[in-house]
């Protein structure tokens, strides 16, 4: 399966996909990695990880989002990916991309969904006092942070942990959730239903071989 992966920043949950995909855990090939930021550090990751597209397309002076989609459409469709993949990218995806793209675009988010959408999710969550923490993959719709839900993780946030930590800790669990969320495309186990996601039964990442988990984490249905 053919996957383009969009991102701004560091390029750690693009990292763990590339060593998921090397690996032969999951059957797919990245082979176009599109950063907004010229400096990200993803695009680094992506030619040291020999993907064959290496896009840096920062957005013009007074271009309008609309205008850069469009742009951004052009990259995406000329390397024909079956599913797109945001991994920390911070721009707003717009109808002209998701509706290229239907169902076959996907996000991960440090929250558990649908709480605490949008930017610094986590800060949100600690400042709120929350006990539980993790984070969601979800299909992109126009609706921030709001089309269905793939799969889920979660840890017990322990007292006084740091915002820093708790980051740390659940960007471990994203660098599990996105390779297996991957992995369930390219398996063909994910439809919807109703406006809810559905993954068909079949093996489960809990129990494979070559998977390291987090401890103390818990990991729902479809993991
Ligand atoms: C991740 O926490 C992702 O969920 C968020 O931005 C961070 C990206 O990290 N949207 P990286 O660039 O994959 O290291």
């Given at each position: ?7 701004s920043?560091?390029?750690?949950n ?10 032969g ?5 990245v ?8 400096d ?26 609309a205008?850069y ?6 990259v ?67 609706e921030l ?13 322990r ?10 800790r659940?960007l ?9 969320t ?16 559905v993954?068909?039964?079949?093996d ?20």
């Open positions: 399966m053919r996957v383009a992966v969009l991102c920043g560091r390029g750690s693009l990292q763990h996909l590339l060593r998921a995909c090397a690996s855990l999951v059957a797919a090939r082979t176009l990695v599109v950063s907004d930021q010229p990200a550090g993803a695009l680094g990751i992506a030619r040291r990880g020999n993907v064959p597209a290496v896009v840096a397309l920062p957005k013009e002076p007074g271009e309008t989002s205008a989609d469009a742009r951004l459409l052009d995406l469709t000329a390397e024909a990916p079956e599913l797109v993949v945001l991994a920390g990218y911070l721009r707003i995806v717009g109808p002209a991309i998701t509706r290229a793209f239907p169902g076959r675009i996907v996000n991960v988010h440090p929250a558990l969904l649908p709480a605490f959408r949008g930017l610094r999710a986590i800060q949100q969550a600690v400042t709120l006092g929350v006990r539980i923490a993790g984070c969601t993959t979800h299909l992109v719709t126009d942070d709001g089309g269905p839900i793939l799969l889920q993780a979660a840890v017990a946030v007292d006084g942990e740091t915002e820093e930590h708790l980051t740390r659940v471990a669990l994203e660098h599990l959730l996105l390779p297996r991957v992995d369930l495309f390219a398996q063909r186990r994910v439809r919807v239903e109703l406006g809810r996601a993954v068909a039964p079949g489960s990442w809990l129990t494979k071989p070559g998977v390291e988990l987090a401890a103390g984490a818990l990991y729902g249905e479809g993991f």
